[in-house]
């Protein structure tokens, strides 16, 4: 017999019959899900605490999806946000930018990194098992191909199709797909869009709040509505970035071809960030060296022993992260 999942069993069939069971069983059609209805307002000209409510028509007169874009309502609702924690703390500008990029980080994506931490977890612990179905599965297909005359080409597709199937078996019993481990992207990069147009937004336009923003800045930032000029903060966060790559690249000890060249092409955007950095508001360039700071600080947090154990994670994980995580730095850059 070949079961899938030990005492809570997917399917059980005889191994003889296995691949004919198996291979001529129609999948189910996927599930697909409408990613719900945006909340449009109508109306113009209202303004919340400085910040312009969505304006209908203000995108036909601008044209271009850009513009539809930043006048669009997740951006405004970050306005408001950006707005609201300001007033509330009675912050500097730029520390207020700063407050309001570690809550937002620290309540919205740090429990979807802890998440997508234990799907990861979860998907190379079945790594064992799915090893050891795919060589019973491959004698399987090899003893039903010599009964049907299979050539090479149509026992492979078999062997192929039934693993995915089993593989996909497996995930659900786990509740493992990996899909999941991708909804910290989901919810961050339009996030991130979100929160860097509404800066821009507050920075660049004619509204109460420039005069504010102008005068917001600290130390080598005066004014945040302007570019910095002396490229210290575009620098700065190009080098976390490559930080941040780097640190991530220690986790994998022997990366594929596609992985190797996924970590140059990350490292090249780091590096592209900076002339894109100099060339905006310095709100925005603050926010951005911000956020790749405190997602440095929660990729570390989520290496603790501590944190480990509160997730349970399925894969066994070093008792001393940060110690192991220096040496294999140095190892690398000191050769």
Not at 166 to 186: E, G, M, T
Not at 257 to 283: D, E, K
Not at 317 to 335: G, M, N
């Amino acid at each position: 017999m070949l079961s899938v999942g030990g005492s809570s069993r997917i399917f059980s069939l005889p191994i003889r019959g296995f691949c004919s069971a198996v291979i001529y069983r129609k999948s189910l059609p996927p599930v697909i899900t409408s990613p719900g209805n945006y909340l449009h307002r109508s109306g113009g000209g209202a303004h919340v605490s400085g910040v312009r409510a969505l304006s209908g028509g203000s995108s036909d007169a601008a044209g271009g999806w850009y513009s539809s874009l930043a006048d669009s309502t997740p951006v405004h609702l970050c306005e408001q946000l950006l707005v609201s924690v300001q007033e509330a703390s009675g912050l500097p500008w730029w520390f207020s930018i700063c407050v309001a990029t570690l809550s937002v980080r620290t309540l919205v994506t740090l429990p979807l990194a802890a998440y997508q931490l234990v799907v990861i977890s979860k998907v190379e612990a079945l790594q064992a098992e799915i090893s050891e179905l795919a060589k019973r599965l491959r004698y399987e297909v090899s003893v039903t191909a010599r009964e049907r005359s299979w050539t090479e080409r149509e026992s492979r597709f078999q062997f192929k199709k039934n693993l995915r199937r089993i593989v996909s078996q497996l995930y659900v019993r786990d509740n493992c797909h990996p899909f999941k481990a991708s909804l910290l992207v989901w919810v961050q990069l339009p996030l991130w869009i979100s929160l860097s147009l509404a800066l821009r937004n507050l920075s660049l336009d004619q509204s109460d709040l420039q005069g504010a923003l102008a005068a917001g800045g600290a130390l080598w930032f005066p004014d945040l509505t302007i570019p910095d000029s002396t490229l210290i903060l575009p620098v700065c966060l190009g080098l976390a970035n490559l930080l941040i790559v780097e640190v991530f690249s220690l986790q994998r000890v022997a990366a594929s071809r596609t992985q190797r060249l996924a970590l140059n092409t990350v490292r090249g955007f780091s590096l592209l960030m900076i002339p894109i950095a100099a060339t905006v508001p310095s709100s925005m360039a603050l926010y951005w060296f911000a956020s790749s700071l405190v997602g440095f600080s929660h990729n570390l947090l989520l290496r603790s022993p501590s944190i480990c154990r509160l997730l349970q994670l399925s894969t066994p994980h070093s008792t001393s992260p940060y110690r192991d995580l220096l040496t294999a730095f140095f190892a690398k850059y000191r050769k």
